[in-house]
């Protein structure tokens, strides 16, 4: 299903369902702001506009105070909204990282010359880097298996990035000295694109890879 051309994503995985879900709830409540903030603007560009010969309304500080209470209150709630429909998600996701037990571990290596390197079933892959200077890493692992990822920064100096598979609804950030990990279910056969979602520099949008689960 796809509303203007957004999209969620399509392939299978233990997580596309949740995080398609939660994509439709967090649209549909920004389209209904949205809606509600244009049709506010409307009604006061018409109703308040300057005519020839008007008189500023004189200073009324409780409407003032009214209106300031209003400006912080929606926001709040909105807050509020999006916090209660983000929860559920987030319960179900800790749920299958904790009750997904992984068959398979894959190691993902961010180096600090805007390259992926995979190490997984004791074979490292390397990237290639092509004339246009992209740098792109195959990783051929099985599909129909539960993967522990392990993500890591590396190098004298090592910066953010976040691993991001569109397809697979599976982001997670790559942090100096911190190893983050996720399980992820690749139910269908496929190849997937890897993009670093997190700026990182100057070749943050050559820093590519494939999985390719067969």
Known sequence: MAFFGLKPAVAESNLTELYNRLFFEVLVLSVA??????ILWTYMLVRYRKGIGAVAAPHNPIALKRLQTIWI???ILIGLLLLALSLPALSEFEYELNNTPPEETVIVEATENWQWRFYYNNQTFRPVTDENGISMTTLTIPAGKSYLFILWSSGEN??????????LNFKMDVVPHVNNTIVVTIEK???????C???????HSMMRGVLEAI
Do not use: D, K, Q
């Not at 702001?33 to 244009?38: I, R």
């Not at 090592?158 to 397809?167: A, M």
């Open 73 to 75: 209150a929606v926001p």
């Open 158 to 167: 090592p910066i953010i990035h976040s691993f991001y598979i569109y397809e």
């Open 189 to 195: 056969p496929g190849s997937y694109l890897i993009l």
């Open 197 to 203: 979602a997190e700026y990182c520099g100057a070749r």
């Open 33 to 38: 702001v949205f809606a509600l903030v244009l």
